[in-house]
């Protein structure tokens, strides 16, 4: 071994035992600083005889870099340490708050329609559901609405070919049962339906619930003391429900059924109603002179407005997040 390795030896032995970056300084001073003993071999090389030079100056290069190397390595891993200790000493603190999340929520209309299940599910009535792409005969034919029928114009709505429509009602969910279903039956249906309107208390997509009770012995005061009851159980007892005839092709008779809305003393229609028709039991095989029924449709946004004493329907589907948070 020559001298030169001997003194890398050295240094690198010095290297190694370093613990922090001011050591390192120390080295880096005390070697290749002004003073240092490798600069005073650099200095040397112009002392010395020429054939001798280039040899010696290639070692003392060569030895000047190899501590450079070392130096810049060994600075670097204790800077790592340095960093690694540092995150140790802060770990995770889960004492500290996280970020707020704004939590979503249920749609007031989901959550009027979820009441409702509540109170009619509790008097025996189980949920079906039903396309909302209707055809013709579910919507009209079978619910005695033949095409002349003047009550078509009422449900006018948006068709996807002669034949198919998006539904106008719930109601023809009550032909879809009874066709699969014998009595006695008691069901709802709630869903979206479709029509041809836009102002403070209709809306073109809006949400019906179907009833529809079939039994042996279902008369007129059945459909009132349901009604009224459920109304009641939804909205309060201290509404008060009006009972109003009406028409429409499928019941007879029908009615229309009010709500007082609070303070204003005005009534908002909230369903329509009615026994169920004949022809509308025998378009689905069953026999009128056994069975009889009442049948239900009840606006679901209208509820709402009655609960909430909300003035205009459009609240509802324009997703405004102030309005909506308020339920
Ligand atoms: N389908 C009617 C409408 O949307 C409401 C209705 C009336 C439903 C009488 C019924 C019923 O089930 O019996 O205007």
Aim: charge should be neutral.
């Amino acid at each position: 071994m020559d001298d030169f390795e001997i003194l890398a030896q050295t240094i690198k032995s010095q290297i190694d035992k370093v613990k922090d970056l001011d050591d390192i300084e120390k080295i880096r001073v005390a070697t290749l600083g002004k003073n240092g003993n490798v600069t005073s071999l650099m200095k040397k090389i112009s002392t010395l005889p020429s054939e001798e030079k280039a040899d010696f100056g290639k070692k003392v290069n060569d030895l000047k870099l190899k501590i450079e190397t070392m130096l810049s390595q060994k600075a670097a891993s204790l800077k790592m340490e340095m960093l690694k200790s540092k995150f140790l000493e802060r770990s995770l603190d889960m004492t500290i708050p996280g970020p707020l999340k704004s939590v979503g929520k249920i749609h007031v209309i989901t959550q009027v329609i979820n009441e409702c299940v509540d109170v009619f599910s509790k008097m025996g009535f189980n949920v079906v559901e039903g396309p909302e792409i209707e055809s013709v005969y579910y919507n009209f034919e079978a619910l005695n609405t033949p095409q002349w029928h003047p009550a078509r114009d009422l449900h006018d709505t948006f068709y996807i070919s002669e034949n198919l429509l998006l539904r106008t009602h719930t109601s023809p969910v009550q032909i879809r049962t009874m066709e699969k279903q014998q009595p006695p039956i008691r069901i709802i249906s709630a869903g979206r339906v479709y029509r041809n309107d836009y102002d403070a208390t209709h809306l073109p997509s809006f949400f019906q619930m179907e009833g529809l009770a079939i039994d042996r012995n279902i008369s007129i005061a059945d459909l009132k003391g349901t009604l009224e009851s459920a109304i009641r159980a939804i909205l309060g007892h201290d509404k008060i429900v009006r009972f109003r005839p009406h028409y429409f092709p499928f019941t007879e008779p029908s009615v229309e059924v009010d709500v007082s809305f609070e303070g204003k003393k005005e009534w908002l229609e909230v369903l329509g109603a009615g026994m169920v028709h004949p022809n509308v039991l025998r378009n689905v095989g069953f026999d009128p002179d056994i069975w009889q029924g009442f049948a239900f449709g009840m606006g679901m946004e209208r509820i709402a407005m009655l609960k909430y004493g909300i003035n205009d329907i459009r609240e509802f589907p324009r997703n405004y997040l102030k309005f909506l948070r308020l339920f």
